[in-house]
């Protein structure tokens, strides 16, 4: 079996993480690792036997690698990612793929115009209940979307926030819950119901010392009329997922971890209008559905990553597509904080004035405690 070798850009926490998830995939041969802080990546370097490099661009010059693993913070993700398209690297880069709309587009552009295989690590868009529920819509089981809710909560206590510099920040991070929690759930609410058109959003820091958002809520319009509610935050426990997809035909819930799809014997713009009883509604029904055992951790993106290079097989989150995130993120960013109803295609102007001044006004945190540690409740 061909073996991709794959740099890391990036040692902390997560690039430290996907390297050791690197020693499980036969597919994959971690070849390089780079990071600013020498110190750091010479350490990495030396566990897992391969070169190191503090300056990216090297890395992708060197010809050890013929594909990187973008997993620094989020502002350097389109810059090392268009530098390694060009100089004819395959992507997968961690999620966001940028912090702006104008930088996504960017990376879209790239991938396109060199060919190179451009990844994101959306590892949920691999999980059996978003598999099925994905068919059930393509399929057409649900109709017309009529309606749509998600609730993601999350928790993040003080401490974690205080341990990096860039964390929380407008500078370092270019968002709070939305841009660093947040994204994946969002991907996976765009992949079933599609982008929503119109925004109305409330975006607030509640609980932690923190210049970036905490917790936000947004009211939604689709394309098609349907309605739509979305919240998210990190003060929230026990952080229970909860979403809706309610169509003409039947309706989705998705509570922690059971999906569940009921459908109607009749569309209900049918029966609302043929039905001649005053008390009457459709008849619904809990369907049986099959959800496929699947293996939803990091190791099955860089799998499938390195088999889209090798074999040319389709990607299960295709790069391209986390621009759709990104859209929005940065029309919740944009009506939360500006107290207006945002469209998207989001203006790119526009964004890019809000994000600069905000960070204008990021400051240097007072408190810095450094961890550098993966999230254990990840699935590698």
């Known amino acids: 079996m061909k073996k991709v070798k794959i740099g890391i850009v990036g ?4 690039g430290q993480g996907h390297a050791e998830t690197m020693k499980k995939i036969e597919e994959a041969e971690l070849s390089a690792v780079c990071d600013c802080e020498e110190a750091r990546v010479r350490e990495v370097a030396q566990k897992y036997g391969v070169k190191y490099f503090t300056d990216y661009k090297k890395l992708i010059d060197s010809g050890l690698a013929e594909a990187v693993i973008v997993a620094t913070p989020h502002y350097f993700h389109p810059e090392i990612s268009i530098y390694a398209m060009e100089h004819g690297l395959h992507v997968l880069t961690e999620k966001p793929i940028s912090v702006t709309v104008r930088q996504a587009d960017k990376m879209v552009e790239a991938a396109k115009k060199t060919g190179k295989v451009f990844c994101v690590m959306y590892q949920s868009r691999n999980r ?46 270019g968002g709070g819950v939305l841009i660093n929690q947040a994204p994946h759930m969002i991907d996976i609410f765009i992949m079933l119901a599609g982008l929503p058109k119109k925004f109305q959003a409330k975006a607030r820091t509640r609980l932690h010392k923190i210049e970036v958002e905490d917790e936000v809520n947004v009211l939604l319009e689709y394309e098609n009329g349907a309605w739509g ?31 569940k799809f009921f459908s109607t014997s009749v569309p209900i713009s049918e029966f609302t209008v043929k039905n001649e009883s005053m008390w009457a509604s459709p008849e619904t029904k809990e369907e049986q559905l099959n959800i496929p055992e699947t293996d939803a951790g990091h190791g099955a993106i860089i799998r499938n990553f390195c088999k889209a290079i090798t074999e040319g097989e389709p990607l299960v989150s295709p790069g391209v597509e986390g621009l759709k995130s990104v859209e929005f993120i940065n029309a919740c960013l944009l009506s939360g904080f500006k107290n207006k109803i945002v469209e998207t295609p989001v203006d790119r102007d526009e964004y890019d004035r809000f994000i600069n001044e905000m960070i204008a006004r990021s400051k240097e945190k007072e408190s810095v405690k450094v961890q550098i540690k993966t999230d254990p409740n990840i699935k590698k």
């Open 229 to 259: 509610y979305y919240y998210t935050c990190t003060n929230e426990v026990p952080s229970i997922l909860y979403l809706e997809i309610a169509g003409d035909k039947g309706k989705i819930i998705f509570n922690g971890e059971t999906l």
């Open 128 to 173: 059996g209940v978003f598999i099925t529920a994905k068919k059930l819509i393509e399929e057409g089981k649900l109709g017309d979307i009529k309606r749509t809710l998600l609730v993601n909560p999350y928790y993040r206590s003080q401490a974690y926030y205080d341990s990096g510099s860039w964390r929380a920040t407008w500078k370092g991070e």
């Open 11 to 14: 040692a902390g926490g997560m």
